[in-house]
């Protein structure tokens, strides 16, 4: 006896020592499950290939978006003062130890962020602010909350990080509420099973040992080796370790009372109590350990977060099988003090009513079962609610923030999708950039889309100027100020032309002519003036008349010369400006002709023409220029022949006043005469050369006027074919040149919807609905796959896509979670039968108490359907309600089958009947008890206020009421259609070999 008390003694140590060190070696549990507790998908999932391209486009490094929103306290406008300042909070946005800036989004940055983060009521704003992401989300929100914070405004800091931080906080709140609430409630119900106070304290310190214990291994093992873990890991450990725990030590502490009762010492009794308890409770938990354990052969760690719970089952049956020994050895009967140890048995009036009637009537009940089961079976595909914000509640302020943004704004604003494309070179071609518009448009004709914003359309619309309707508009309005032009420009050419022609150039060339010859006349006679004085009257007379028509001449030269330069002059005019007017005509043509070429057309025949008239309006300028030369010179040789006409007659009149000077001024009239011939012959020269000049000039501006008609005939066309173009589809094609494209105008866009390098480009989209639902969720991914469509073939062709979002997530994690709680539950249910094929030695019983326990499992989860709805005002189950309930019915249901078959089996009846009988009679106590401890301790979740926790709750209830119920029927029919079968076949074979011993009985007489 010594020995065990030493034994059991060492024990209590040990777990002593293991308690010390597991509460000192406890990681911060609620920063841990922060930090590692989210919801994390595979990396080969949309939304994560969508968050690795959004960590590249940070600059591979991982950032957390918040919404900011800022509301009128009132029910009024946002007046341009609280604008004002909230747009100076933004600005003032600094970085502290926990909260690094790396962009922000405000309401008033431009236009565009205008049409997106102002409400049309002007009431509310929104702004986005991107910051480094670390493990303190509550800090950073708070941080950001503390330096927006404006009087007379509500701020709220929402998004996906800051609505997961409040949900774990709900959830360690829920954890403390039930921890209290539980161990409460199995304080007072143990105090009325065994009416002790001193029970309740031993078992609840045994399930603590375990709870602590397990806690610190699981929350070690998740920092060191990233061993899975949830929001949800704490709290089922809590209540799964006190709730079958306490059922456990239900159980011994029955089987230790019985011994105590037969007599037997504390510690035989303990022994005996270990040995037929401690079996059950070992092969109940071994089920339950096997149930959680294949849980690690999921693929979603969310769902393999739920093995934590196996380990806890693990160390709770070393503890209850070890510790406990110690207490039922040192106290004895005292441990049930102050009541006293009796040999009755407690037995179950209502398991003895249920087997007795299974047993009677199998077929009827179980008929009866079926009826029941089939509503819930019918109905028990349904949709889930994947929105995590319903699991917060309204008081927190990400929730607050969330809902005003659904209330003031399109629901899908509350959560975008992000459409991420990733290329190997740059965004930013007119190619990709155009393929970038075409997406956007697309997308917005997607149904359930509100909005799409793009590097193309920053404000969710198409900026006119950058299509080429708008350009070709442009383009058609040079055309027509150009055609206006060359009708300018022709009127003055035909002006020049009339002048040239009114000018009379040839009569101007036949009288410098008729001079010239005059002054050819005058040198000859100055030369025959000293062959004799005798003709000196006749010859100065000749000379004098020569010179009077000479100078009367001079006049109407002078005039048409001068006629001559000012017609040069205009023409000049006129030149410059039709060289100014085709010079811009020319570049808008290249200009027209590259779009033209861009779309595929034929532009040979436009350049020709275009080339032969600026040839023509080469020409005409060279001519032009010729002329202008010309009249130069002729206008600098006006001056020394009116100087040579002017001495010519002052030197005749000199000789015709005085003849007594007559020899000598004979020398200077000769030569006189000689330079005032030569000038006009140089001169006469020269006009005949200008009138050659003015002839091609004339003939020029007759071409010019020519060319300018079919320059005007060739707009008129090209406006015509460009107005048609514009109208067409054509008219609808995005482009940008370079030089806009890398613009300051075109840098905002560029920054807000592509990464610095520029290699990755962001679409975001507004859904109209709720981007939870599961309407919003269909029509992602129509969009998933009309959107690959669209860009299987255009420049984006080779580039990474992949969306983001929430919306995205819950795609992927309904698929997931979905494809995986299927096979998941395959497994378990088949772990579970190997179990119980190895208890019950039987392939019926097992197959029995698996269907009862589906069966169970399915009407229970249509109730807690209907309850949440009717009762909660919850609509959908959430998305990890009927995994939870699924697992929990499972893997603690399982425990009653093996509690009732295990004494079924230790009945020394030989018939089976009255063996199931009695044992559902004695074990239903027992049942019952755990059951209600069960269920109260699941019950202990609903003050959570956790939606899914709640929900949970209610369904393992449900599932435990009806396995209390039904467990005796089921398996009582079993054994009752067990025995008919047995006995109709033995009743065969006794026939047969009646049969058989007659024919044989005539042959042996």
């Known amino acids: 006896m010594r020995k065990w008390k030493n034994k059991y003694a060492s ?148 998004g996906a990080d800051a609505l997961n931080d409040e949900f774990s906080t709900v959830t360690e709140k829920g954890i403390q509420k039930t921890e209290v609430i539980a161990i409460i409630f199995i ?66 502490y029955n089987y230790f009372k019985g011994a105590l009762a037969r007599g037997l010492s504390a510690n035989e009794a303990a022994h005996d109590a270990q040995k037929h308890g401690g079996r059950t409770i070992l092969y109940s938990g071994i089920s339950v350990l096997i149930g959680f354990s294949v849980l690690s052969l999921a693929k979603f760690s969310f769902y393999q977060s739920a093995v934590g719970v196996a380990i806890g089952v693990l160390v709770l049956l070393a503890v209850l099988l070890t510790l406990n020994m110690f207490f039922m050895q040192t106290l004895g009967s005292k441990m049930f003090w102050p009541s006293k140890v009796t040999a009755g048995r407690g037995k179950s009036r209502i398991w003895y009513g249920l087997s007795r009637t299974a047993l009677a009537y199998p077929v009827v009940i179980l008929g009866i079962i079926a009826v029941c089961a089939v509503p819930f079976l019918v109905n028990s595909s349904s949709t889930l609610n994947f929105n995590n914000a319903d699991e917060v509640p309204d008081t927190y302020q990400a929730k607050k923030g969330y809902e005003v943004i659904q209330d003031h704004f399109s629901k899908g604003m509350s959560a975008p999708a992000t459409v991420y494309i990733e290329g190997s070179s740059k965004m930013t071609t007119q190619a990709k950039l155009a393929a970038i518009d075409d997406l956007t448009n697309y997308l917005k004709k997607e149904p359930g889309v509100k909005t799409v914003t793009s590097a193309t359309q920053p404000g969710g619309s198409k900026i006119k100027n950058m299509y080429l309707k708008d350009q070709l508009v442009s383009i058609t309005n040079g055309l027509n100020t150009s055609t206006k032009g060359l009708e300018k420009i022709k009127s003055g050419l035909n002006s ?31 030369q025959q003036l000293s062959s004799g004085i005798d003709e000196y009257t006749s010859g100065v007379s000749s000379v004098n008349s020569g010179l009077q028509s000479a100078n009367s001449q001079l006049p109407t030269l002078t005039s048409g010369v001068s006629t001559l330069s000012s017609s040069s002059s205009q023409l000049a005019s006129g030149m410059a400006q039709l060289q ?14 590259a779009l033209m070429q861009s779309s595929g057309q034929d532009t040979t025949n436009a350049a020709n023409s275009i080339s032969q008239l600026q040839s023509s309006i080469s020409q005409l300028s060279a001519g032009s220029a010729a002329v202008s030369s010309g009249m130069t010179q002729l206008q600098n040789q006006i001056p020394t022949l009116t100087s040579g006409v002017s001495t010519l007659a002052s030197g005749t009149n000199t000789l015709n006043n005085s003849s007594a000077t007559l020899t000598s001024g004979g020398q200077s009239v000769a030569s006189g005469a000689t330079t005032v011939n030569t000038g006009v012959q140089q001169m006469n020269t020269q006009l005949k050369q ?40 054509v008219g609808d094609t995005f482009y940008l040149p370079k030089s806009t494209i890398k613009s300051k105008t075109f840098k905002p866009a560029l920054d807000a919807y592509m990464s610095k390098d520029r290699k990755i480009a962001e679409l975001t989209i507004v859904f109209k609905n709720d981007p939870n639902n599961e309407t919003t969720s269909k029509q992602l991914k129509t969009i998933q796959s009309d959107m690959k469509s669209n860009l299987k073939h255009g420049a984006l062709k080779d580039a990474k896509v992949a969306v983001g979002g929430q919306t995205s997530q819950n795609n992927d994690l309904r698929t997931l979670a979905n494809g995986d709680f299927g096979r998941t539950a395959l497994i378990m249910t088949i772990g579970i039968g190997i179990a119980l094929i190895v208890v019950t030695e039987s392939i019926l019983q097992p197959m029995t108490i698996i269907g009862t326990l589906l069966l169970a499992y399915e009407m229970a989860l249509g109730l807690t359907r209907i309850f949440s709805k009717f009762v909660l005002g919850d609509n959908l189950l959430s998305w990890n309600t009927p995994f939870f309930t699924f697992i929990m019915l499972m893997a603690l249901g399982v425990d009653y089958s093996i509690f009732l078959m295990v004494r079924f089996k230790d009945e020394p009846m030989p018939d089976l009947k009255d063996r199931m009988l009695n044992a559902a009679t004695a074990i239903g106590t027992v049942v019952i008890s755990a059951a209600i401890i069960l269920s109260g301790t699941f019950a202990a ?65």
């Open 941 to 1005: 979740l609903m003050p959570s206020g956790v939606t899914t926790l709640i929900q949970v709750a209610l369904g393992v209830i449900f599932g435990l009421i009806i396995l209390v119920i039904f467990l005796p029927l089921t398996l009582s029919s079993l054994i009752s259609l067990t025995m008919w079968h047995e006995n109709r076949m033995n009743h065969v074979k006794t026939n047969k070999k009646t049969k058989s011993d007659g024919k044989k009985s005539p042959e042996t007489e």
């Open 496 to 526: 020049a032309s009339s002048q040239l022609q009114s000018a009379n150039i040839s009569s101007s060339t036949a009288q410098v002519q008729e001079l010239a010859d005059g002054t050819s006349q005058l040198q000859a006679g100055a």
């Open 580 to 593: 100014s007017q085709v010079s811009s005509l020319s570049s808008q043509a290249s200009q027209l002709l």
């Open 187 to 252: 304080f007072i119900v143990l105090i009325l099973v065994f009416r002790s106070p001193i029970v309740p304290l031993i078992s609840l310190l045994n399930v603590g040992v375990a709870f602590v214990t397990s806690l610190s291994i699981v929350m070690n093992l998740a920092e060191k080796v990233d061993f899975p873990i949830s929001n949800f890991t704490q709290v089922f450990l809590v209540v799964v370790l006190f709730g079958i725990g306490t059922d456990y030590n239900i159980l011994l």
């Open 11 to 158: 024990a209590l140590i040990g777990w002593i020592i293991v308690v010390l060190v597991a509460i000192i070696a406890m990681p911060n549990v609620s920063q841990l499950v922060r930090n590692k507790g989210n919801i994390t998908l595979p990396a080969y999932t949309e939304s994560q290939k969508a968050s690795n391209i959004e960590k590249k486009a940070n600059g591979n490094k991982s950032v957390r978006i918040y919404t900011v929103v800022f509301k009128n306290n009132g029910s009024g406008k946002l007046t341009a003062s609280q604008s004002d300042k909230i747009d100076e909070k933004l600005n003032e946005l600094s970085n502290k130890k926990l909260l690094k800036i790396s962009k922000v989004m405000g309401p008033s940055d431009n236009a565009e962020t205008k049409k997106q983060l102002i409400a049309k009521d002007k009431s509310t704003q929104l702004a986005q602010v991107t910051v480094k992401k670390n493990n303190s989300v509550g800090q950073q929100v708070k941080e950001l909350q503390k330096q927006l914070n404006i009087s007379g405004i509500k701020t709220y800091v929402t």
């Open 690 to 729: 200008m009138s050659s000049e003015v002839t091609q000039l004339e003939s020029g501006l007759s071409s010019a006027s020519d060319g300018l008609d079919s320059l005007a005939a060739g707009n008129a066309t090209m406006k015509t074919y460009l107005d048609g173009l514009r109208k067409s589809y």
